[in-house]
């Protein structure tokens, strides 16, 4: 593909100056049906844009959103090009800034939700989706409710989604999956869609528990009244209205970002409570003391990054996070979560810890891709990932 866009270019270019756009014309339409765009190859893209403008910039994940790399326009023409080296299973969001205004890629079809709105999507040829993910998939889902719960610890309540599955009976008790951001994974994760594959294909059927946020940067950021909540209200709440586990080996926790850190700070706090924690690229800069100023900061919070080796905390860790996370707010999420992994190796009470690091960004794409291999490791199935198991698979 890349060698054909190659050939169109120094055809294009060969043209006189005043007949070049009418050749662009003329050639684009059969390009973009046969190339599709952006024009990858095995390790490089190439970002084209068409259209009136002085100027025209990509961002992305590829950049940490933060600079923009501006494309070259072929003169005499209205095309704008950047060529780029990508691995050859990225899959990367982006946008287009044409003249200061961020604009989607008119020319790419592949379009991701994520929770500031949408974005255009890069898939490079060796990026295979999750087919659980599929938006069409047909796996049978079972019945929800929603409620609130009450909660002392919050001084308020928490209003909580519970996703059932589909074989769901009171005459066994079933598995849980607590879900941080519970909103964020039903509307832009598919949680509900990938727990009911699962179910469909006998990996596992559990009772899916989205919990919805407060005032999300004081619930996840190392806050012990959200932690407390959970283990002390939320969960004592869930038994009184379904037939769950009493094992903690099958009660699991999953969060992104800000919502893994808390997973990650509840399994802390709670030791024993829950057996698993899908912890994807989770923001354990705020575990450790702070290097940086951060807008995330302005609460007091317990470092507990530095105890995680020798603290009791026999729970299965599944970590995951993207190549491209070097600069989200500022934070390295790439540095925190190799740091934190380490630290959980450590430690001999830890019943194994699981890594996975994907060419990709901090986004729901990743977090969509991986959470059915988290949630399979968690409860003692195989993964993906490098493995450092120290316990018996979960039953």
């Not at 925190?336 to 996975?356: I, S, Y």
Request: aromatic residues 10%; charged residues 25%; positive net charge.
């Amino acid at each position: 593909m890349i060698n054909r866009w190659i050939r169109f270019i120094d055809e294009l270019t060969r043209q006189p100056g005043a007949d070049r756009q009418q050749y662009l014309d003329r050639r684009f339409p059969g390009l973009q049906e046969r190339l599709g765009f952006p024009v990858v190859g095995e390790d490089r893209a190439v970002f084209v844009f068409r259209g009136s403008a002085r100027r025209v910039a990509v961002t992305g994940d590829m950049t940490g959103w933060r600079r923009r790399l501006p494309l070259s326009r072929i003169p005499g023409t209205d095309l704008f090009t950047l060529e780029m080296a990508f691995e050859p299973a990225a899959r990367l969001d982006y946008k287009f800034v044409v003249d200061g205004e961020w604009r989607m890629d008119p020319l790419n079809p592949r379009v991701i939700s994520e929770g500031g709105g949408e974005n255009s999507e890069l898939r490079m040829p060796r990026y295979r989706s999750a087919p659980e993910a599929d938006l069409d998939a047909s796996a049978p889902l079972g019945p929800r409710e929603s409620f609130r719960v009450r909660s002392r610890q919050l001084a308020g309540s928490r209003r909580v989604t519970v996703c059932l599955p589909a074989a769901y009976t009171p005459r066994r008790r079933w598995p849980v999956v607590c879900f941080h951001d519970g909103a964020e994974y039903l509307a832009l994760g598919l949680a509900d869609r990938i727990l009911g594959y699962m179910e469909q294909v006998g990996e596992l059927a559990a009772v899916g528990v989205f919990i919805h946020h407060g005032d999300r940067t004081r619930d996840y950021t190392v806050n012990a009244a959200y932690a407390d909540f959970l283990a002390e209200e939320l969960l004592p709440e869930l038994a009184g209205r379904y037939s769950l586990t009493r094992e903690p080996a099958r009660r699991v926790m999953a969060g992104d970002s800000l919502g893994a850190l808390a997973a990650g700070y509840a399994a802390y706090r709670h030791p024993g409570v829950f057996g698993g924690c899908v912890c994807q690229s989770g923001a354990f800069n705020l575990a450790y003391p702070p290097a940086r100023r951060s807008r995330f900061l302005k609460q007091e919070r317990e470092p507990f990054g530095l105890k995680v080796a020798e603290a009791l905390l026999p729970t299965r860790f599944y970590l995951v996070w993207g190549s491209y996370e070097r600069a989200i707010c500022g934070l390295d999420f790439v540095a925190a979560n190799e740091r934190f992994a380490a630290d959980l190796r450590r430690n001999p009470t830890v019943r194994g810890v699981m890594e996975r690091v994907l060419p990709q960004g901090h986004s729901w794409g990743l977090w969509r891709d991986t959470l059915r291999d988290g949630l399979r490791w968690s409860f003692g199935g195989r993964s993906a990932g490098r493995n450092a198991d120290r316990g018996p698979a979960a039953e």
